[in-house]
T-cell receptor, first 111, second 115 residues
């Protein structure tokens, strides 16, 4: 079953613009992670935010977490063509080091 | 930088045939996952190993799928017989036990097409 739901399902922007995608989840979490998947490839970990954190930065990435609303957002600033990919949020399950995945946001950066 | 290895990268087979996928996790990672991903969807966990033991295979269609990790290192996922609905990307991931952040490292995946 999928806990996370990303919004929007697809996003197309011009290179240089900022891209924001959102993730909502259903149950309490210890942490939330964002992953990137280039077309036809495996997933790559981008950033992890713990439940007691509200914001985290990594390079051009900014992640926020609102546990009261059970939601997170991923902001990519100054987008590049290489950012074209699908982005997934994943939350930890209640045991066994499992992750529960959303359906992803497909991001297209137009040159 | 250590990576998760998977082979083959692509597999085309006819329905009712047997297929097998191989995964070699990052050295030292005790936890290994097999996922199935249908185009446009997130990964769906099929089976999780802790060393050589199965932790969770509740979503594995056991009538046709099997998975093993005999020495607690590399792993094989088998489908016999393959069905048209099995066409998907099969992803292997590994993680280090007790690292506190359960980050998973993925291989490049095997794209299976069943004709």
């Amino acid at each position: 079953s999928q806990q996370g739901e990303e919004d929007p399902q697809a996003l197309s922007i011009q290179e240089g613009e900022n891209a924001t995608m959102n993730c909502s989840y259903k149950t309490s979490i210890n942490n939330l992670q964002w992953y990137r998947q280039n077309s036809g490839r495996g997933l790559v970990h981008l950033i992890l935010i713990r439940s007691n954190e509200r914001e985290k930065h990594s390079g051009r990435l900014r992640v926020t977490l609102d546990t009261s609303k059970k939601s997170s957002s991923l902001l990519i600033t100054a987008s590049r063509a290489a950012d074209t990919a699908s982005y997934f949020c994943a939350t930890d399950g209640d045991s066994n080091y499992q992750l529960i995945w959303g359906a992803g946001t497909k991001l297209i950066i137009k040159p | 930088e250590a990576e998760v290895a998977q082979s083959p990268r692509y597999k085309i087979t006819e329905k009712s045939q047997a297929v097998a996928f191989w995964c070699d996790p990052i050295s030292g990672h005790a936890t290994l996952y097999w996922y199935r991903q249908i185009l446009g969807q997130g990964p769906e966990l099929l089976v999780q190993f802790q060393d050589e033991s199965v932790v969770d295979d509740s979503q594995l269609p056991k009538d046709r799928f099997s998975a093993e990790r005999l020495k607690g290192v590399d792993s094989t996922l088998k489908i016999q017989p393959a069905e048209l609905g099995d066409s998907a990307m099969y992803l292997c991931a590994s993680s280090r036990v007790g690292q506190g952040n359960n980050e998973q490292f993925f291989g490049p995946g095997t794209r299976l097409t069943v004709l």
